[in-house]
């Protein structure tokens, strides 16, 4: 009999064929479906459902009620809040199938994507990109950029450990928390130490 290297709550329901990797926990009334891929040490919230084909780094942070569509790839370390919403067809009618029309949305790593935010399918988020609560993404994210509203837009750059960056005339920036040091160049922000 094979162990299990990861942890499902009785009332989770996990479709075969599927990868689930070691040390992530799967909680109350959440559904797995066949061919997706589940990084290690994932962790998804009471009411998740991951649609067949969608991939999940390590480390990724689903909350509650949250519904992970076919055509979303999420790379490590991502944080998808509380009700938080993916899409994967522009016009969805439903008497007409579009399942061969299902569009894409690369969230990189590190992003935080906040409670009831909404992401409009076909849309990449940046690395270390954070959306705020409420907000729906009609376009693609830089990384770094803080965006709020809808529809949603621009309003700032975070650091990685997720505060606002202030940058002098040169362009330069330090996280407060880490002290990481960034650089804004052509509005668009990097890592520099």
Known sequence: ????????????????????????????????MQGCKLGKNCN???NVVVSPGVELGQNVKVQN???????????????????MVFTNVINPRSAVNRKAEYAKT???????????????CGH???????????????KTVPDYALVI?????QVAWMSEYGHKLEFNKEGLGICKESGQHYKLENNKVTRIS
């Open 65 to 83: 009620n949250v519904s992970i569509y076919t055509g979303v790839f999420c790379e490590d370390d991502v944080f998808l809040g509380p009700s």
């Open 106 to 120: 690369h969230v990189g790593k590190g992003a935080s994507i906040g409670a009831n935010a909404t992401i409009v």
């Open 44 to 46: 998804l919230g009471q």
């Open 149 to 153: 509203g809808n529809p949603s837009r």
């Open 1 to 32: 009999m094979e162990t299990k290297l990861y942890f499902a709550h009785p009332t989770a329901v996990i479709d075969e064929p599927c990868e689930i990797g070691e040390g992530s926990k799967i909680w109350h009334f959440s559904h797995v």
């Open 124 to 138: 990449d988020i940046g690395k270390f990109a954070f959306i705020g609560a409420g907000a729906v993404v009609t």
